[in-house]
């Protein structure tokens, strides 16, 4: 495989990634679609890549395909989070009830301890 091919492929395999992290648009419908199963796939793929080529990258590879990890885990973090909070947002009773719950579980404790 030639340099280029790497870079190609490592470049197609990031875009790929960001369009399903909904950071970018499809480029047929025109608009962001987040898929974060598919986007973690594709850091898994990434991943394996590393590990497989490990010792046998040039040095500008080597740090390309660490930079473009990089970035997509912490883009990948950052939309799980950004999921989690507007989950959470858009259910306050879910909230409501696990706080009930978490005061029930102090109280049981506090009178396991009398």
């Known amino acids: ?8 492929l490592l470049h197609f395999l990031y875009i790929l990634c960001w369009q399903a ?3 970018v648009p499809n480029p047929v419908s025109g608009k962001p679609e987040k898929n974060l199963q ?11 890549l590393e590990v497989k080529t490990k010792g046998n990258l040039e040095e500008d590879e080597k740090t390309m395909l660490e930079d473009t990890l990089r970035d997509l885990r912490l883009n990948y973090v950052d939309e799980m989070s950004k999921e989690q909070s507007s989950d ?15 005061q029930g579980q102090t109280d ?3 009178s396991d301890n009398s």
Do not use: C, H, W, Y
Not at 1 to 8: A, I, R, S, W
Not at 91 to 101: F, L, T, V
């Open 38 to 48: 598919f986007a973690k796939r594709l850091i898994d793929i990434l991943e394996t």
């Open 1 to 8: 495989m030639e340099k280029t091919d790497f870079v190609e």
């Open 88 to 102: 959470s947002s858009n259910n306050p009773e879910s909230e409501q009830s696990q706080s009930k719950d978490e």
């Open 21 to 23: 992290l909904g950071k």
């Open 108 to 110: 049981n404790k506090n």
